[in-house]
């Protein structure tokens, strides 16, 4: 099994910053991508960013300019550096680790979240 441990969320107003982190255990194998998704009270969790094992990045539109994610592949860890932060970005934030087996497909894992409150 695979776990994730994330770190980093907590009140900030509106214009400042945070860094969410979050560090994997476990029977780590194959990781496809890491990255972070957010979910507000009755709506779908939402991809923010991801970061995939050959290093490329992609961003939820709403979030481009402003968040950077990062992957430390030796230390099975992704960062989520946010700046500029908007009231609308409240939310719990969610580590991703999706590792991918060829005839296996992908599997998700995800941690317990943490809370990011943007006060305005």
């Known amino acids: 099994q695979v776990q994730l441990v994330e770190s980093g969320g907590g009140l900030v107003q509106a214009g400042g910053s945070l860094r969410l982190s979050c560090a994997a255990s476990?029977?780590?194998?194959?990781?496809?991508?890491m990255g972070w998704y957010r979910q507000t009270p009755g709506k779908q969790r939402e991809l923010v960013a991801v970061?995939?094992?050959?290093?490329?990045?992609n961003y939820a539109d709403s979030v481009k300019g402003r968040f950077t994610v990062s992957r430390d592949a030796a230390k099975n860890t992704v960062a989520l550096q946010m700046n500029n932060l908007k009231p609308e970005d409240t939310a719990v934030y969610y580590c991703?680790?999706?590792?991918?087996?060829?005839?296996?497909?992908?599997?998700?894992?995800w941690g317990q979240g943490t809370q990011v409150s943007v006060s305005s």
């Open positions: 991703n680790l999706r590792s991918y087996y060829p005839g296996l497909g992908a599997n998700d894992y």
């Open positions: 476990g029977s780590i194998f194959s990781i496809a991508r």
């Open positions: 970061v995939t094992s050959g290093g490329s990045t």
